[in-house]
Structures are given as structure tokens and as C-alpha cells.
């Protein structure tokens, strides 16, 4: 750990935790276990509860019921200034009238520290901005005065670091470029981050837990391939990127299910099935379905899932080409296809079959309905677009 930065690794253990305004439950009997030293985000759409969990973890609200510990220490009944927590805000809150250095050096100083400058100039080193030390915060770019905000919360020693949006006021160019760093940060430094956002691309790229928050409550939670590949609930499948999700029957059981939807058969195998009864929603996400002209179905390997249906939308972004493509029963599925050979993409009008393989597919209870999650993804997009 550079500089003696870190004093420990702790884990953020919350047991039972319970926010409630009024009539309303922000948080929900929430039980989740942050491991020591890893990089955890929760993950949820606006008013989902997750700023309302941090802000518990941080002293700054007080629970309604529940215990907060980390590692062996329970701290729920403790004031902020007595938790071994440090917070970075979407605001970085600099002092404008202070150099970077002294940013840094100012908790530090409050505690009375005399000889700061050697755990100064190893943090500043950390975040790569030893160059800047004597520049003021206006003088700096959002990405780096985001850097030094890090850094004057670590240098505290925190045994758990909380970030909330800390990349929120970031333009996205940056805000990718800040998500890599932070996590270097984070591996390099080894306490505990926990990371609140409404961002999934964040999400994903840093964190090596993921839990997907909704009204209050864990969805679903684990590493983010796990839960993106996999998702357990329809709210997870839509609202973590994209899914097309069909409603069928189960046919049969066994080691695979099969599943009559729309007139035709699709396969899945039983250990990515989740739906209870014989109601069944498949599920498969866009990147994974091939689009060849009908004519060319005999590509297809044997066994692939199939749906048949007429192109209606081509956007070419640069790295894939997105289809639309309407069913025979009038659903459009969207299809995300490499641009791995030039001039090789399907036009408006024409007839496609959409392919991919059973373990690529996965089946979910379809109680919650279709359409749950999709209201949230859409807002927080609309929120991203305006920011």
C-alpha cells in the first residue's frame, strides 16, 4: 500500500437494515456483506434507496431498524465523525482558496498531524498528480479534481471508502477514463470501496460485486458478468442493458426445457431456468442472436434457437450494426451484429432468421411482468442524455 495509505482492510457488513420515511421504506430489511478490500457498487435507478443505504453506512442518516458493522465494530450507533469511513460526493466540495496540497493535507492538519508532507506527497503520487500540487482547484480539470477529492478522503486512512456519483458531473469521454482509474486506485490502495451510481457501464467496469437495487431491495447481486448473463428477474434482465424477452410454455423438463412460444420451440438449458411454474419468460440478450438472410438459414448450427421476422431498423454505430427485426406475432427483437466484414449487413424489408445457441438464453418467472424495470433504465438514460 503506497505511503502506508491504507491502516486496514475491512469489510461493510449491513444486517437487517431499515429506512422509513413516513408510511414509505426507502430501504427495505437490507442484508448485504461488502468483502474486505474488494470494489463494491450498488446499482439502481433514482429513489431506488441507494444514496439513502449510503448515507446510513456514512452516520449521515440514522436507521430505522438494523445494524451496520465493519469488520467486528457495529456502528450504527455511532456519529459520522467516530466511523472509520470517508465519503466522496458528486460535488467535490475543494476548497477554492486552498492549493491541492493543502486539500489534501487539511484533514489531516485538523487532527492535529504535524508532519504531513510525506503522506501528502505519496497519496498526490497515488492519483498521479504530484506535477499539480501548488495549482488550485480551478486550475484543474473535473477528472483531476475528482482525483484529489479521492485523495483527501484516503489520506484519512478510512477503513471503508464511499463514493457517491462520485463521476456524475463528469462529460462520458472522461467519466471512462476516470472509471479506470478509480479502480486502479482502488486495487492499488486495497481498502474497501463502496460505490454507489444509477450508471450500469460504471457499474460493470469497476466493481467486483454488483448489487442491482430495486424499491429498497436487493434484485440480485453478484460479479457483473454473473448478473448480466444470468439475471435472475425481469427488472435485472431490463434494466441492466437489454434483453429481448418472449412469453412461452414450458413443453417439457429435464436437463433441458423446452419451451413453446409463438408456434415455435426454443430450448434452455435447466440450470439458467428460474420461472417456477409451467408460465415462462424466455430470455436473450441482443449481442448473442446471429442475423442471416433467410435464404442462408442452413448456417445456422443445428440446435440454435430460431425466430424468423422482417428487418425494420439498421443503425450502424461504429463497432456493431443494430437491427430491428418484427416477429411474424408482432414483436420487434433488436440484434446487435460485429462489424466484422465490411458491406455485409442486412437492409430495410428484408427477410431475416435471428439465431443463437439454448445456453445463451435464459428463463424467468414472468409474475412481475414484461415491461418491469424498463420504466427506470429508460429515465435514468433520459437522465444521462441531459446531463
Not at 420487434?332 to 431475416?352: K, M, T, Y
Request: hydrophobic fraction near 40%.
Amino acid at each position: 500500500m503506497p505511503g502506508g495509505v491504507a491502516r486496514k482492510v475491512e469489510d461493510l457488513r449491513l444486517v437487517n437494515l431499515t429506512k422509513q420515511f413516513g408510511g414509505t421504506k426507502a430501504v427495505d430489511d437490507l442484508s448485504i456483506t461488502s468483502p474486505a478490500g474488494s470494489f463494491f457498487a450498488l446499482l439502481g435507478a433514482s429513489g431506488c434507496g441507494k444514496t439513502t443505504t449510503l448515507r446510513m453506512v456514512a452516520g449521515l442518516e440514522d436507521p430505522t431498524h438494523g445494524q451496520i458493522f465493519i469488520g467486528d465494530q457495529d456502528v450504527t450507533e455511532l456519529r459520522a465523525f467516530q466511523r472509520p469511513v470517508n465519503t466522496v460526493f458528486q460535488s467535490y466540495a475543494l476548497f477554492p482558496h486552498l492549493d491541492i496540497f493543502e486539500n489534501v493535507a487539511f484533514g489531516l492538519r485538523r487532527r492535529g498531524v504535524k508532519d504531513v508532507d510525506d503522506q501528502v506527497i505519496a497519496i498526490l503520487e497515488l492519483v498521479e498528480l504530484s506535477a499539480l500540487a501548488r495549482r488550485k482547484p480551478s486550475q484543474l480539470s473535473g477528472g483531476q479534481q475528482q482525483r484529489v477529492a479521492v485523495a483527501r478522503a484516503l489520506i484519512n486512512q478510512p477503513d471503508v471508502l464511499l463514493l457517491d456519483e462520485p463521476l456524475g458531473a463528469l462529460d462520458l469521454k472522461l467519466r471512462r477514463q476516470m472509471q479506470i482509474e478509480l479502480k486502479r486506485i482502488q486495487s492499488e490502495v486495497g481498502t474497501t470501496f463502496v460505490h454507489v451510481t444509477h450508471d450500469q457501464e460504471e457499474a460493470m467496469t469497476m466493481a467486483d460485486t454488483v448489487a442491482v437495487m430495486n424499491a429498497g431491495r436487493i434484485e440480485q447481486m453478484g460479479h457483473p458478468a454473473e448478473v448480466y448473463e444470468l439475471p435472475r428477474t425481469i427488472f435485472v434482465a431490463n434494466f441492466l442493458g437489454q434483453s429481448n424477452l418472449i412469453q412461452g410454455m414450458k413443453v417439457s423438463t429435464g436437463d433441458v426445457v423446452e419451451v413453446s412460444a409463438n408456434g415455435l420451440g426454443f430450448r434452455i438449458p435447466s440450470k439458467r431456468n428460474v420461472a417456477p411454474g409451467q408460465s415462462i419468460v424466455i430470455g436473450v440478450r441482443p449481442e448473442k442472436i446471429m442475423v442471416l438472410d433467410a435464404h442462408d438459414e442452413s448456417k445456422l448450427p443445428a440446435g440454435h434457437n430460431r425466430i424468423y421476422g422482417t428487418v425494420t431498423d439498421v443503425s450502424y454505430t461504429g463497432v456493431s450494426t443494430q437491427y430491428l427485426v418484427e416477429t411474424p406475432w408482432g414483436q420487434s427483437i433488436i440484434a446487435f451484429e460485429q462489424n466484422s466484414i465490411v458491406g455485409d449487413r442486412c437492409e430495410l424489408g428484408d427477410p431475416v432468421v435471428l439465431g443463437w445457441a439454448p445456453e445463451h438464453t435464459f428463463g424467468l418467472d414472468p409474475a412481475e411482468g414484461l415491461n418491469a424495470g424498463l420504466d427506470h433504465a429508460v429515465l435514468e438514460l433520459e437522465s444521462d442524455t441531459e446531463a
